[in-house]
Every structure is written in C-alpha cells, then in structure tokens.
C-alpha cells in the first residue's frame, strides 16, 4: 500500500522560508497527481497547491500565490513546497496527498492517499 511522509516542517519567524518534503512508497508515483492541503487549529483543512502527474502544470490558492512553489521529482518520488514570506497565517498541519488522474487538482475529493502531516509554525 502506498504511504506518504511528509517532512521539513518546523518554527520559522515571519518572513523566512521552509522547504516541505513528500516521500512516496510506490512504484508509479509519476502517474499520481499530487497536493497540498493544510489545517490550522479550528478551521477546515483548505488546498495549498497541487501538481500534475508529470510536472508540467501547477495550481495554487490565492493566498500562497507568489509565495510558495509546489514542484516534484519524479526520479526520487517526492514532492516538494518551497514556501517563502512566510506569515503567521501559514501557520497549521501540512499535508501531503496523492491521487489518480493526471490532476492538478484543487479539490480534496480528488485524493485518495492521504499523509500524516507536517507541523508549520511563523512566529510573528
């Protein structure tokens, strides 16, 4: 069965720069669209940005537009978010998530692997 880890979460002040990690376990991670959603405390989880299979085309919310960037490596079967001007409103549990389909994709119904999640704390 296939597994997402996620890593690279931490504390940063306001400002700077994380650099998330996804690992895959499977064998056919260049056919997975792949995402990320994050949860603050209270709130719902919301999509961050999300990847196509091959990594050609990408999406993001508006709030990180500009300021994060979702790329992959297909050879290594991880994803990666490079998040920039961090504010403490990007404060909450990363996750990472994998789905069928060419993707990208903003909904979380389109994802069916889920990972366990990456602390992301911005000190004002």
């Known amino acids: 069965q296939v597994q997402l880890v996620e890593s690279g979460g931490g504390l940063v002040q306001a400002g700077g720069s994380l650099r998330l990690s996804c690992a895959h376990s499977?064998?056919?991670?260049?056919?997975?669209?792949m995402g990320w959603f994050r949860q603050a405390p209270g709130k719902e989880r919301e999509f961050v940005a999300a990847?196509?299979?091959?990594?050609?085309?990408?999406r993001y919310a508006d709030s990180v537009k500009g300021r994060f960037t979702i790329s992959r490596d297909n050879t290594k079967n991880t994803v990666y978010l490079q998040m920039n001007s961090l504010i403490p409103e990007d404060a909450a549990v990363y996750y990472c998530?994998?789905?069928?389909?060419?993707?990208?994709?903003?909904?979380?119904?389109?994802?069916?692997?889920w990972g366990q999640g990456t602390q992301v704390t911005v000190s004002s």
């Open positions: 998530t994998a789905g069928a389909g060419p993707g990208p994709y903003s909904g979380a119904s389109n994802y069916n692997i």
């Open positions: 499977g064998r056919t991670f260049s056919r997975y669209a």
């Open positions: 990847i196509n299979s091959s990594g050609g085309s990408t």
